[in-house]
């Protein structure tokens, strides 16, 4: 059976020694965040992590979600109504939500650390609360008084949740290509007719009422075509009393929920709205923007899941490596009176170490990476000085898809490490592993999808809002801060060389071929300039990769910097330390020199990722069949 342990050391060694979150109390909405109240937390919720939570991910993934067509519910697995009680009851829905609604007014850092353990202990449960607060943000931000007064108390107590409706069969990365209507009617609401797919925690048992935010199409002429026509509303499952009760349900039924890889334990819902009542939030027409607030947070809250994941199934993966005898170390091979020896723990086998460095050095730096991209959330939101607020949200908005895709990727390599540690019985059910893995998948599939990230950064971040300064100042200060701390040089000079030059040359390249293609089109040849932005994307994958791992690289050195300091106050301190030095120089070794493979594939390119046209691909049975495609432009061609 597997384990979980909250690991509180790390998370108080990042939270306070490195990022020195108590600096925030400068923040007037954060002055009174005390620090005995933040312990209590991370204690509290690590006990109902470990004891509530964990003992229902096994059950709950063998278990799922039942629906019944007759009855309209879904039926969440056996504990999960009781646990998700007492994680209302423990304040954990309103942690850091506006005390005007009920909240505790925590900031966002923090929260990440309570999350971080309840999504270790069972990814599937903590999505249910999870989207809650991103509805809950979007409407605290878009919502009219009266909906901010109806709707966040509930969101914020935990009686009602929330979910995101984006989806819908024909439309899902592009999301023009939205269906839904919405109606206006006499009474200034709307009438929402369309069906959405894959809603997380669409219908559920946990709640008395689920606030639907949901993306629509006005039906009006004016409603402009594609992405710039859609519009948002709340949509209730039961229309709210006016009391703080329900009233009649609305016609937002779940027609099924789908059978999947992993997460079982969460309802993924095709919703059905036929004629329902919505009221839009924000304006009209610009439901994206107000989405966009969900949807950023809920890019944090999927690369938490990713860290989460890697973090469980490497405790898992440590233990078993600690426990489980086999073979001799590779020295007694090479004398024969030793092999006589009883077996070695398979921790002592560098393959197997290989293996669970590989995971904790990426764990461990993610974990600060995620926790100081909150924080700056957190200053970004509140700082009372303009420019540190702007600074602060330019390395929120250009991490935040190096996270969700970086994080991702990494916690399915992880999990499928953590599961090789255990030989064959990684591959039992009874271990635990393979279920970690499973649900690890779909962290790299939503909330836009990797490859999608990936373009997000390079066109929309990098390109368009030119953000990378901003880190790369950032990247260059904690460099220096290293040099006085006594961090090893060779660290530090690697962080420079394949971080930080190798970043910006890579940006470089990324913005030259913009810049040429923008040039060349303005000179009649619009095809140079599709041939450009294909490279674009082309290297986008490995642009993100770089920036990812190159992050985590400066992460390390920042985690190394507070290490040298505390051996050096106190030589003899605590071992914690020494193996925070011994995982960088591992990160720096083995990990740092992908940046060489992905620069030069990024300096390739893309033409020879397009030059082969659709039919040459081989054989694939289509729907349309190739006599049907119509041949794209090929680039070579185009570049005539
Ligand atoms: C378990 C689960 C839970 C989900 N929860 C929710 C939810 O709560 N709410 C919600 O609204 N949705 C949800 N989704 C839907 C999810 O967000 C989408 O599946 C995802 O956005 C991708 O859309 P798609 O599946 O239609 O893939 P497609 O958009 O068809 O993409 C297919 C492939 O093509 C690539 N691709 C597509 N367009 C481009 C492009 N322009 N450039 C480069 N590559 C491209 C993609 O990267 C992908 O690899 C969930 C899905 C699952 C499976």
Known sequence: ??????????????????????????????????????????????????????????????????????????????????????????????????????????????????????????????????????????????????????????????????????????????????????????????????????????????????????????????????????????????????????????????????????????????????????????????????????????RHGVALQGLALSEVSYQNGLAYALDRKQGQPIEAKMNDAALSNPPVPIIMHPDVRRELLTIKSQTEGARLLLYWISMQLDISLKSPDEETRKEAKRLVDVLTPVMKAHFTDNAVDNTNSAMQVFGGHGYIKEHGMEQFNRDARITRMYEGTNGVQALDLIGRKIMKENLLSTYLSALWHDIMEGAKAGVSPIILLRLAKSGWCRLWAATFCLRTRAALGVLLSKAGMPNYMRRTMIDAGAMATDYLRLFGVIALGHMWVRMATVAKLRLKENPDSHSFYEAKLATARFYFDHIMPQTRALSRSIRRGGKSLMELPPESFGHAQTNVGLKSWTKPERPSEAAK
């Open 1 to 298: 059976m597997p384990s979980y342990k909250a690991p509180l050391d790390d998370m108080r060694f990042v939270l306070n020694e490195v990022l020195n979150v108590s600096q925030l109390k400068e923040i007037r909405e954060f002055a009174a965040v005390d620090d005995a109240t933040v312990n209590q937390f991370l204690e509290e919720t690590a006990k109902l992590a470990e004891n509530v939570i964990f003992p229902l991910n096994a059950s709950g993934d063998r278990e799922g979600c039942v629906h019944s067509n007759n009855e309209k519910t879904v039926t969440t697995p056996k504990g999960f109504k009781e646990a998700y009680q007492q994680f209302c009851q423990a304040g954990l829905t309103g942690f850091a939500c506006d005390p005007v609604f009920g909240g505790l007014g925590m900031p966002q850092v923090l929260n990440m650390a309570l999350s971080e353990m309840i999504s270790s202990a069972n990814m599937a449960f903590a999505m249910y609360p999870g989207l809650s607060h991103g509805a809950y943000n979007a409407l605290h931000t878009y919502g009219t008084d009266e909906q901010k007064e109806t709707y966040l108390p509930k969101l914020v107590s935990g009686e009602w949740s929330g979910t995101m409706c984006l989806t819908e069969p024909q439309c899902g990365t592009d999301l023009g290509l939205v269906k839904t209507k919405a109606v206006k009617q006499p009474d200034g609401s709307y009438m929402l007719t369309g069906t959405k797919i894959f809603i997380s925690s669409g219908e559920h048992d946990l709640t008395s009422n689920i606030v639907h935010l949901v993306l629509a199409r006005i039906d009006d002429p004016s409603t402009p075509p594609g992405i710039k026509g859609i519009s948002l509303f709340i949509v209730p499952k039961f229309m709210p009393d006016g009391h703080g009760g329900v009233a009649e349900r609305n016609p937002a039924f779940c027609g099924r929920i789908e059978e999947k890889m992993g997460i079982h334990g969460n309802a993924t819902c095709e919703l059905n709205f036929d004629g329902a009542k919505g009221w839009l939030v924000g304006e009209p027409h610009k439901g994206m923007r107000a989405m966009f607030v969900m949807m950023n947070e809920a």
